[in-house]
């Protein structure tokens, strides 16, 4: 078994470059809104008819009151009311929408909606203006109203978990698919009973985000533990590694940045129709889809989002890469929320990347989620403070001593056992293996140096070209943190 990680490990240093761009991102958050004053309380779950699995964002309909509700993370719904309420109707992008009977208000009601397939009829691209046109319009219109990038000022806690693991444990499909082909592999059954214990990898982190408008950022790495390493490494690259929100003007996704649907009434190259519309109290929500049109796919996304008509904001986004690849596929989702009853925030982000090397390996899926905890928005923020957009980090020493205590705060439920046995093992493997000393080197060769000992020698100093001397050799070199955290000294 020890083996088998090893050699993991291995392959996760050889993809070191591809992981550069990778945005790490598992773990479901749930919220529920309860008013204790009113009379009737009903809770349900809505879920597909065939997998069981939970819909996310699934619209709830009360026809005889004319309100509604959004199911949460996790398919779950509340509903509170001075009235009682008979029936409801629910609806989700790609499903029938179905009528189903409330259960008294002290069991739950799951709902079990079927698919159905969504073709769109040439009568949709015909239409002189498309409806779904002028709700985009407005999204855009009101883009600096709810954009954090331009509100003043504001500060968070950034909570992020990321796991490594693989679908046949985690996805009930893939798992019934992986059991049927397992034949008599015992290698495969002796790693589907370690991924039931364990994770492949394991990282959490918290993150204080400070910002000015325009374009100051100022963020502190506050907790940092990621299974077989020390060195904060990887959290600073996960922090570069994907837009804020949804309304940068190019949103980057994983492995590049891609054209955001929402700017510059972008019509000629997306196909925007309405889905669904549901209401929530006197808001109405809209379920728009996305999708390039042809010829315009190259740095396109796909996916729906549910846009709020009390400020034309986005509350929820599902979207992904629009090109396909044998190797991986990759979806993230964005929920919004609004601060103050005046900002629209994102407060939660979670991602699903999957990985396929071929038939013979079982799929590695990496799950991220990140939680934006007390924000603060408009508050005082000088301008001393913003120095430099690098993250600022500590010693990993500092990080081991405190990083338990911060992330058991941060966390929503206590860490669990399979997190902890993975936390475990890599430490085991840690004093077998110099992990720490394969980061050094990797984090040095990104940064364009190499690392001798004491010493990083510098790469782009040793070949310059310019106008005059033509070609201009040299050496750079400059301490590192083998000698001490505290400061650097070089030259070239």
Not at 252 to 279: A, H, M
Not at 282 to 298: C, H, N, Q, V
Not at 301 to 315: F, H, K, L, N, R
Not at 452 to 462: A, G, Q, R, T, V
Request: charged share 25%.
């Amino acid at each position: 078994m020890y083996n088998l990680f090893f050699v993991l490990l291995q392959i996760i240093f050889n993809l070191n470059c591809f992981l550069k761009k990778l945005f790490y991102i598992s773990l479901f958050l749930c919220v529920s809104l309860a008013v204790t004053a009113q009379s009737y309380y009903y809770t349900g779950y809505v879920l597909d008819a065939k997998t069981k699995e939970p819909l996310q964002y699934a619209n709830v309909w009360v026809p005889a009151l004319q309100t509604g509700t959004v199911c949460g993370e996790n398919g779950k719904f509340t509903l509170v009311s001075k009235h009682e309420i008979d029936s409801i109707r629910v609806s989700y992008m790609g499903y029938k929408s179905m009528f189903f009977r409330l259960q008294t208000n002290k069991k739950p009601t799951y709902c079990y909606i079927e698919k159905q397939d969504l073709k769109l009829n040439e009568i949709r691209i015909r239409l002189d203006e498309n409806p779904a046109h002028r709700i985009v319009r407005l999204v855009n219109k009101h883009i600096k109203n709810n954009n954090p990038y331009y509100y003043p000022t504001y500060r968070l806690k950034q909570y992020s978990k990321t796991l490594f693991s693989s679908e046949i444990v985690n996805d009930s499909i893939a798992r019934i698919v992986f059991l049927d082909s397992l034949g008599d592999n015992e290698s495969k059954k002796e790693l589907y009973e370690t991924l039931q214990k364990q994770h492949f990898f394991l990282s959490e982190s918290v993150i204080e985000r400070n910002y000015k408008h325009p374009n100051k950022n100022n963020d502190i790495l506050l907790a940092s533990k990621i299974s077989g390493f020390k060195d904060p490494f990887f959290q600073v690259i996960a922090n570069q590694m994907q837009s804020f929100s949804f309304y940068d003007k190019n949103y980057t996704l994983l492995v590049g940045s891609f054209k955001n649907p929402i700017y510059d009434n972008r019509f000629t190259e997306y196909f925007f129709w309405i889905e669904d519309t549901s209401y929530v109290g006197k808001d109405t929500l809209f379920t728009i889809s996305f999708s390039p049109r042809k010829g315009k796919e190259d740095n396109a996304i796909t996916g729906y989002m549910i846009v709020d008509s009390e400020d034309w904001a986005i509350q929820n986004m599902v979207a992904s890469p629009y090109f396909e690849t044998p190797i991986f596929t990759f979806v993230i989702e964005q929920r919004y929320e609004k601060i103050d009853k005046k900002y629209w925030f994102p407060v939660y982000t979670f991602s699903k990347l999957n990985f396929q090397f071929g038939n013979n390996f079982i799929p590695i899926t990496s799950y991220t989620s990140i939680q934006n905890k007390a924000i603060q928005v408009g508050i005082p923020q000088r301008n001393i403070q913003f120095v430099s957009d690098e993250i600022y980090t500590e010693s990993a020493a500092t990080y081991e001593k405190k990083s338990d205590s911060i992330l058991a705060i941060y966390r929503d439920d206590p860490i669990s056992k399979k997190d902890i046995h993975t936390y475990e093992f890599w430490d085991t493997i840690e004093k077998d293996a110099d992990i720490d000393k394969g980061l050094f080197i990797i984090k040095t060769l990104l940064a364009g140096e190499i690392a001798l000992k004491w010493i990083n020698l510098k790469l782009e100093p040793m070949l310059k070209v310019s106008g005059q001397e033509v070609v201009r050799l040299g050496v750079g070199l400059e301490t590192n943190d083998r000698l001490t955290e505290y400061f650097r000294m070089g030259g070239f």
